[in-house]
Nanobody
Framework: VQLVESGGGLVQPGGSLRLSCKAS????????MYWLRQAPGKRLEWITD????????YYADFVKGRFTVSRDNANSMLYLQLNNLKLEDTAMYYC????????RGPGTQVTVSS
């Protein structure tokens, strides 16, 4: 299992980023996929998950319509569009094959700062 995230960066409050995750080494199109994040000194936190066919999507309450998950099974890609970013969204963002994050990538850093 290999997952590699990209697209993080430094953004001002209210800004946007699009995170990508390239999956390999397993049959991507049969797994529900997850986005997780971990802020410094805090626990790993679930953000969203999307079923294999993309028909069912769930978000954590703190997302409140700001984030959108999507997937491209043909290319084994997972995406997370982050809009209206807040200071408290600063964290390392991971894509994962399980909600516990056992199989997750190295992460991509999102820093929201003015």
């Amino acid at each position: 299992v290999q997952l590699v995230e990209s697209g993080g960066g430094l953004v001002q409050p209210g800004g946007s980023l699009r995170l990508s995750c390239k999956a390999s080494g397993f049959f991507f199109d049969v797994y529900t996929m997850y986005w997780l994040r971990q802020a410094p000194g805090k626990r790993l936190e679930w953000i969203t998950d999307i079923t294999p066919d993309g028909e069912r999507i769930y978000y954590a309450d703190f997302v409140k319509g700001r984030f959108t998950v999507s997937r491209d099974n043909a290319n084994s890609m997972l995406y997370l569009q982050l809009n209206n970013l807040k200071l408290e969204d600063t964290a390392m963002y991971y894509c994962a094959r399980e909600i516990a994050g056992v199989n997750r990538g190295p992460g991509t850093q999102v820093t929201v700062s003015s």
